[in-house]
């Protein structure tokens, strides 16, 4: 990497850390650990279950082998794990708006990243396309912050694909610790969409009770309803799959925004049954009160 694209780099890693930043103070401040209270956890022994208890924490195993219900008892970490795994594949380079999918998830990720730095939280981060294309171990210090906003900014990864349930297997296998994680993807699965849905929710259920695990939503509103404009292509940039539409027809505007509504459903349905927290963003939109309202409305749920 040459001095010029170093020097470009650190200026756009800059920019990002002083917008952050302001962002973390007009968003999180107050909401942050409150929110994550009691989420970064190390087991300690079961008790028998009563009313009120997070379901996520019954012990399964103790439960069946007893035939009475059992939750685990944690005792809390005086620090917090957070683990960012983004979606860095090539749908997310689609945007109408003024950014990318790709960007914004960018700067979700940096946000939740300053936020673990001010409270001297670990982070670490996964990218992922078809495969884990990078992993970051969990670290805590400036200079590593930097580095996890770095590659969240400017990785290249090698493949176009996404495969989330591989993403969950790898979360998995790599992080034995409880930790807070942030699956942040267009969720633009590949194939047949149900099937790929049905393949992928006994994975985040699994993960879902081994963490504390928040699915993020990032769509564009090209991809929820299209424009009166006629005869058009659209290309899969995962498969390089086209299809010619003409917009100029109210059916096929209508269809399309059915298809993509009835999928954000069964997307929403799915996440939520397997007992995740979903935050839904769109690129044309600020992030800012969606982000303010998910993190209120946990930081209710916690007390």
């Known amino acids: 990497m040459d001095t010029h694209i170093s020097k470009e780099i650190l200026k756009k890693v800059r920019q990002v850390e002083i917008k952050t930043n302001r962002l973390v103070d007009d968003t999180l401040a107050g909401h942050y650990h409150s929110v994550f209270k009691g989420r970064g956890m190390d087991f300690d022994e079961v008790r028998e279950y009563v009313p009120g208890d997070d379901i996520r924490t019954i012990d399964w195993n103790v439960t069946a082998r007893t035939g009475r219900t059992y939750v685990k008892k944690f005792t809390e970490e005086r620090e917090l794990t957070i683990m960012l795994i983004i979606d860095v594949s090539a749908s997310g380079e689609f945007g109408s708006a003024t950014q990318s999918k790709r960007e914004m998830m960018a700067e979700i990720g940096s946000v939740l990243a300053f936020s673990a730095m001010r409270n001297n939280d670990k982070v670490g981060l996964v990218l992922f396309t078809d495969d884990a294309e990078l992993y970051i171990p969990p670290g805590k210090g400036r200079s590593h912050i930097l580095r996890?906003?770095?590659?969240i900014l400017f990785f290249q990864p090698s493949g176009t694909g996404t495969n989330l349930a591989a993403a969950m297997d790898f979360t998995s296998q790599v992080i034995k610790r409880r930790?807070?994680?942030?699956?942040?993807?267009?969720?633009?699965?590949?194939?047949?969409?149900d099937a790929s849905l049905n393949n992928l929710r006994p994975k985040l259920r699994i993960t879902g009770r081994r963490h504390d695990l928040v699915a993020v939503s990032i769509s564009d509103q090209r991809e929820r309803e299209l424009p009166n404009i006629g005869l058009i292509t659209i290309e899969d940039a995962e498969t390089g799959e086209q299809i010619e539409l003409d917009t100029a027809s109210a059916?096929?505007?209508s269809s399309f925004r059915d298809l993509a509504e009835n999928r954000q459903k069964n997307l929403r349905r799915a996440i939520r049954s397997v007992g995740v927290d979903m935050l839904e963003l769109s690129t044309e939109r600020s992030y800012l009160a969606d982000l303010r309202q998910f993190f209120s409305s946990r930081e209710r749920r916690s007390h």
Do not use: T
């Open 148 to 151: 996890v906003i770095r590659e």
């Open 251 to 253: 059916r096929v505007r």
């Open 179 to 193: 930790a807070v994680a942030f699956l942040i993807s267009d969720f633009c699965l590949p194939g047949d969409f």
